[in-house]
C-alpha cells in the first residue's frame, strides 16, 4: 500500500499568507494525485488532480505541483473561506488512500 | 445539476448488517465508476470500495469478505451492504462518484453515519 503523510498536520495562517501543505508517499508514482478541501460537516471537495491540474469552479489562488514521492498544494493569497482541513490522495493504485489531512487556522 | 443523496444509515450493534444506498441524479451510473469512502469521528478520509462500469468491484482490506457495492441501473442508485459490522466501522460514510485509476473524486455525497454500538 502506498502511505501518504502531510505536513504539516495543523497551520496557522491569517487573511492574505501564502501558504504550502506537503504529501510525502512512501512509493513514488508519477502524477496521479489530488488534494481536496474539507469544511466541518460537510464532504470534501475537490481542487486539484493529476497533481496540478485545477477542477473547474476552484479559485486560481489554489495551485498544485509535485511528482514521484513528493506534492505540494499552495495557495498564493489566503481567504476567509480557505480555513479548512486538506487532504491529498493518491490514484496511482489500489487501495486507494488519503494523507491524515492538514487543519488550516486562522492565526 | 448534480446530486448524490446517501440513506441508510443509523445505528446498529456489532455483528449486525446494514444496506446504504446512494440515489444520483444529473449523471448515470451504468457509466460511472462510483465510490464508499469513509471518515470515522475526528478523523481522515478512508477509501472502501469501488464498482467500475464493466461491473469490477475493489475493497480496502479493512472491509473484504464483509462489505459488498452493486448498482441498480434502473433506479440511478448504488448500495453498499455492510455485514458483521464492527466498532472500528463507526464513520460518515460518503458515495462518490471516481474511484477508477487514476481519476479522483469529483462529485460527493453529503454523507451518512453509521453509528456501531451495543
Known amino acids: 500500500d502506498i502511505q501518504m503523510t502531510q505536513s504539516p498536520s495543523s497551520v496557522s495562517a491569517s487573511v492574505g499568507d501564502r501558504v504550502t501543505i506537503t504529501c510525502r508517499a512512501s512509493?513514488?508514482?508519477?502524477?496521479?494525485l489530488a488534494w481536496y478541501q474539507q469544511k466541518p460537516g460537510k464532504a470534501p471537495k475537490l481542487l486539484i488532480f493529476a497533481a496540478s491540474s485545477l477542477q473547474s469552479g476552484v479559485p486560481s489562488r489554489f495551485s498544485g505541483s509535485g511528482s514521484g514521492t513528493d506534492f505540494t498544494l499552495t495557495i498564493s493569497s489566503l481567504q476567509p473561506e480557505d480555513f479548512a482541513t486538506y487532504y491529498c490522495q493518491q490514484a496511482n493504485s489500489f487501495p486507494i488512500t488519503f494523507g491524515q489531512g492538514t487543519r488550516l487556522e486562522m492565526k | 445539476e448534480v446530486q448524490l443523496v446517501e440513506s441508510g444509515g443509523g445505528l446498529i450493534q456489532p455483528g449486525g448488517s446494514l444496506r446504504l444506498s446512494c440515489t444520483v441524479s444529473?449523471?448515470?451510473?451504468?457509466?460511472?465508476?462510483m465510490s464508499w469512502v469513509r471518515q470515522a469521528p475526528g478523523k481522515g478520509l478512508e477509501w472502501v470500495s469501488v464498482?467500475?462500469?464493466?461491473?469490477?468491484?475493489y475493497y480496502a482490506d479493512s472491509v473484504k469478505g464483509r462489505f459488498t457495492i452493486s448498482r441498480d441501473t434502473s433506479k440511478n442508485t448504488f448500495y453498499l451492504q455492510m455485514n458483521s459490522l464492527r466498532a472500528e466501522d463507526t464513520a460518515v460514510y460518503y458515495c462518490?462518484?471516481?474511484?477508477?485509476?487514476?481519476?479522483?473524486?469529483?462529485?460527493w455525497g453529503q454523507g451518512t453515519l453509521v453509528t456501531v454500538s451495543s
Open positions: 444529473g449523471f448515470t451510473v451504468s457509466t460511472s465508476y
Open positions: 512509493q513514488g508514482f508519477s502524477s496521479w
Open positions: 462518490a462518484r471516481g474511484g477508477e485509476l487514476p481519476n479522483p473524486f469529483d462529485y
Open positions: 464498482i467500475y462500469i464493466g461491473g469490477s468491484t
